[in-house]
C-alpha cells in the first residue's frame, strides 16, 4: 500500500492542525494505521494507532486529551487532528499501514509494514 502524508505546517503554540494519509493500492479497510513523530535529533516515536474499522484507537500518554485519530475508509484516509499544539510535538509526522492482525494496538515501529514519507510539524512558542 501507498501511502501520502499531508498537512504539516508552522503554527504558534496553541494552535491546531490536521494531518491526512492517503492511501492506494490495497484494501485500506484490512489495515491498522498508525502515526508516528520524529523530533529533530530524536528516535522516531509512537503517536497514535486506529483499527482497521476505525472503533478503536490508542494514544501516547504525551498526546491523550489533545490528538485525535480517525479514519474514512470510503475515502481511504487517515486523519490526526492536533489541538494545543506545544514546542515539542515539533517533528516530522509519519503515516503507517499494520496488515489486520488479531493485536491491537500496535505502537513499534517494526510492526509497520508500510510508511508515508512524512509532514513536518513545526509549532512555535
Known amino acids: ?11 504558534q503554540a ?4 490536521r494531518l491526512s494519509c492517503a492511501a492506494s493500492g490495497r484494501t485500506f479497510g484490512n489495515y ?13 516515536e509512537f503517536v497514535a494507532a486506529i483499527d482497521w474499522s ?5 494514544y501516547a500518554d504525551s498526546v491523550k486529551g489533545r490528538f485525535t485519530i480517525s479514519r474514512d475508509n470510503a475515502k481511504n484516509t487517515v486523519y490526526l487532528q492536533m489541538n494545543i499544539l506545544k514546542p515539542e510535538d515539533t517533528a516530522v509526522y509519519y503515516c503507517a499501514a499494520s496488515y ?12 509497520y509494514e ?11 512558542s
Open 114 to 124: 508500510y510508511w508515508g514519507q512524512g509532514t513536518l510539524v513545526t509549532v512555535s
Open 32 to 44: 491498522h494505521m498508525g502515526w508516528f513523530r520524529q523530533p529533530p535529533g530524536k528516535e522516531r
Open 54 to 58: 476505525g472503533g478503536y484507537s490508542y
Open 14 to 17: 496553541g494552535g491546531s492542525l
Open 1 to 11: 500500500v501507498q501511502l501520502q502524508a499531508s498537512g504539516g505546517g508552522l503554527v
Open 100 to 111: 489486520y492482525s488479531g493485536n491491537f494496538p500496535e505502537i513499534g515501529r517494526y510492526d
